[in-house]
């Protein structure tokens, strides 16, 4: 895959906007331009009421492999906590998201933190976002997710 391919690619079933980290030949890293285009994809589709769920999910074997250990050596103290607190921001701005999201992981994913990881399972018809069948969803995603639950 040349180098110059975008970090980030988005497609849409309907309601649900699938967000694909695209850069399997580096391991999907989290670079601060996959970070600002993953940032820039958010400010697009958050404001839109028309997308009812976000689905996180990777290429080939790998769903991300945490920062760039290659650009994290580069930085000075200053361009490093600009890095953490644009990563912080975004999965913040994702935690807060009106909309569902789901992290599908299928292959390798380094995190900071742990993720949980369960089967996405709709308790009941009353808790499917308008516009959203499970069937749809499950369809679209491997056995084992980390998932938000629905608000609502």
Known sequence: MAEDSPAIVTTFAGAIAVIRF?????RNPLSTSTLQHLESTLSDL???SDVKCLIFTGTDEVFASGANIHELSQLDSHSALEFSQLGQRIF???A??????????SGFCMAARSISL?????A????T????TPELVLESLPAGVA???FRG
């Open 92 to 94: 913040q701005t994702i």
């Open 124 to 127: 009941s018809p009353q808790r």
């Open 46 to 48: 958050l404001p839109r």
């Open 96 to 105: 807060d998201a009106e909309q569902v999201t789901i992290a599908a992981i």
């Open 129 to 132: 976002p308008p516009s959203l």
């Open 147 to 149: 998932r938000r639950d």
């Open 118 to 122: 369960s089967p996405v399972t709709f």
């Open 22 to 26: 695209h850069q399997p030949a580096q």
